[in-house]
């Protein structure tokens, strides 16, 4: 069920065929979607897009308020007021801009608004870098935001389209964060297909909050101050809207499969249907796995790689029913971030857990790859994987916590 019974009867819109970078995609999605507000500070890499949005409300080709401010936490602190106000609102950062609005995110999660953040990720400080890794998506990945990352340009603009009717949800109203990696997806210029924009706005359709301050006779409290006998039970009710998101993703994805003809779900298995060994990845390196994997199947070797695609609500069970479906004998888990707990990175610590939780018994080996920029090639995913059948075989053992094209 959608929040509109209208937009189930959205019909397949034509694909216009384009050439655009991973920011220029997204800032188009935003021009389609048209939202009311855009608060936003620039930062590296992902200045490009309230430029781009900037530009389109200066042409008049869009009616958003775009308010500048002063810094990426008053960017969040300015959208987190617009949202409550009732206006549909967005807005974009990297890096150190996203760690500037921390206290900011964790509001808007609590407050339960549904704004949309695209996130160009970039490696956080330090030492200071701009290039890409996760770190600053993971650092927020308990603030209560959803996560959606992308692993290309399209997948960029087609899950930006779809946070919006993610987030206003009533099951869900939760902040999404949509994500691409900084220069590789965002700058990188590739063929895309475009969606017709009647059939954008249509199938986002309006926002129409319940509650919301500049509603006259029916005054509401946003952010008060919660005692301790009423703050745990929000809490609660937080993270059952988080565990219902995910029905909500799997709903909103397959409306947008009738749109576009694009499927998408929590991740994406590639060539796990007989695989012996797999390798679980986020982000633009999945394509770089996939090709090493096509060479790797053409050499006679059963590999596959599943695409972690939504990080949160992190489907857990989904992907140890995936991991024991393929009847793999080992796993390579890749995290492009540093835990620094000693012992793995994210995905680290949560696919070992979700197996172990599930019954799921297999070996996992995590690799930290591609931190502040470091290349990742398809060479490394083969040795990854040769490494992986001489642990499953016995004839090594496991590597702990391993980094890839680390200068020794």
């Not at 999605?29 to 200066?58: G, H, L, W």
């Not at 080709?61 to 106000?85: C, L, R, W």
């Not at 952010?223 to 809490?235: D, H, L, Q, R, V």
């Not at 075989?393 to 980094?403: C, E, N």
């Amino acid at each position: 069920m959608s929040m509109n019974g209208s937009r189930d009867r959205q019909v397949c819109s034509k694909a216009i065929p384009e050439r655009m970078s991973g920011n220029e995609a997204v800032s188009y999605a935003i021009k389609q979607v048209n939202p009311d507000v855009m608060p936003a500070f620039p930062i590296t890499p992902s200045t490009e897009i309230p430029q781009m949005v900037s530009t389109f409300i200066a042409n008049g080709e869009i009616d958003t308020a775009f308010i500048p401010v002063e810094s990426e936490h008053s960017a969040m602190s300015a959208a987190i007021g617009a949202e409550a106000a009732g206006a549909r609102t967005m807005t974009a950062t990297s890096s150190a801009g996203l760690a500037l609005m921390w206290e900011e995110l964790l509001l808007a999660a609590s407050n339960r608004l549904p704004i949309v953040l695209t996130l160009v990720n970039r490696t956080l400080s330090g030492p200071i870098n701009i290039n890409c890794d996760h770190s600053d998506g993971m650092g927020a990945r308990d603030t209560g935001w959803i996560q959606i990352y992308a692993e290309n340009n399209q997948e960029a603009y087609d899950n930006y389209i779809q946070a919006f009717p993610i987030a206003e949800d009533p099951r869900v109203h939760l902040p999404v964060m949509i994500c691409q990696d900084g220069f590789i997806t965002s700058h990188a210029v590739e063929n895309i297909e475009l969606l017709e924009t009647e059939h954008v706005r249509r199938f986002v359709g309006e926002y129409r909050p319940e509650e919301f301050l500049l509603n006259p006779g029916k005054p509401v409290s946003v952010g008060p101050y919660a005692i301790s006998a009423y703050s745990m039970e929000a809490k609660r009710a937080q993270e059952a809207a988080m565990e219902r998101a995910g029905e909500v993703i799997l709903e909103v994805a397959d409306r947008f499969h009738t749109m576009s003809g694009r499927g998408y779900g929590f991740f994406e298995e590639y060539r796990t249907e007989d695989a012996e060994y797999l390798m679980v990845i986020m982000g633009s390196a999945a394509g770089t796995a996939k090709e090493a994997v096509d060479e790797l199947r053409n050499e006679g070797h059963k590999v596959g790689i599943i695409k972690i695609r939504v990080f949160r609500p992190f489907p857990e069970k989904e992907i140890a029913e995936a991991i024991h479906k393929s009847g793999c004998k080992a796993v390579a888990i890749m995290d492009r971030c540093e835990s620094y707990n000693g012992n793995s990175g994210p995905l680290g610590s949560e696919i070992p857990a979700g197996l172990y939780r599930n019954k799921v018994m297999v070996d996992t080996v995590n690799y930290i790859y591609g931190l502040a920029g470091r290349d990742f090639t398809v060479d490394h995913v083969k040795d990854v994987f040769k490494e992986l059948a001489q642990v499953a075989q016995g004839a090594k053992p496991a590597p702990h916590h391993k980094y890839i094209g680390l200068r020794e």
